[in-house]
Structure formats: C-alpha cells, structure tokens
C-alpha cells in the first residue's frame, strides 16, 4: 500500500522543529563553555622574571607583574636599580578556588 506524500507533511514539519531544538541547545551549552573559560583566563595573574647584570651585587632576579609587550628576552632598565636586565619567563598563576560546600562543585 503506497503512501501519500500529504500523509508525511506532518513529518517533515516535527523534524524540523526537532531539529531547530537541537540547535539551539547547542548554541547555548557552547555560549557557556566559552564564558567559563573566559572567567578563568580573566582571574589569572601574570608575572614577568627579570634577570639584572651582574654589579656589585652579582647577578639577580626580580619578579613583577606582567606588562604589555613584555617577551622573553626583551631588554629592560629600571627593575634593576638602574642596572640593564633583560626577561628571562613570564608566567601565570591560578588564585585558589574557595572550596564548594555544597553537592555541586
């Protein structure tokens, strides 16, 4: 027994709401993952290791925190007491997480 095409129409029409469903859940579960991992980058704190020429003390590191167009190997003046010193690391460091004292974490 044949089946009509005008019998399907409803078909078609639950698919594609199905279908419009699945789509959004994903879009959104995606708009989530990218905020959190925002929110994490955004609580780090970078640090930039510089090493200072050796004077009369000898040679040192200083830490500071992070400036823009740092990069390793980059040649500074001022972190050092007026010595030259070039980067030696930059670094990131996570702050800690307050612990969740409930059932979801």
Avoid: N
Wanted: glycine fraction near 14%; hydrophobic fraction near 35%.
């Amino acid at each position: 027994m044949p089946v009509s095409p005008a019998s399907l129409e409803w078909l078609q029409g639950l698919l594609f709401i199905v279908m419009v469903v699945l789509t959004l859940i994903l879009v959104l579960r995606h708009m989530a993952e990218a905020r959190g991992m925002q929110r994490q980058v955004g609580e780090r704190k970078f640090y930039t290791v510089v090493e200072c020429s050796g004077g009369e003390e000898g040679a040192k590191r200083v830490t500071r925190e992070y400036r823009e167009g740092d990069y390793v190997g980059k040649l500074v003046e001022g972190d050092c007491g007026g010595q030259p010193g070039y980067i030696v690391g930059i670094y990131a460091e996570e702050p800690e997480k307050p612990k969740s004292k409930g059932f979801l974490p």
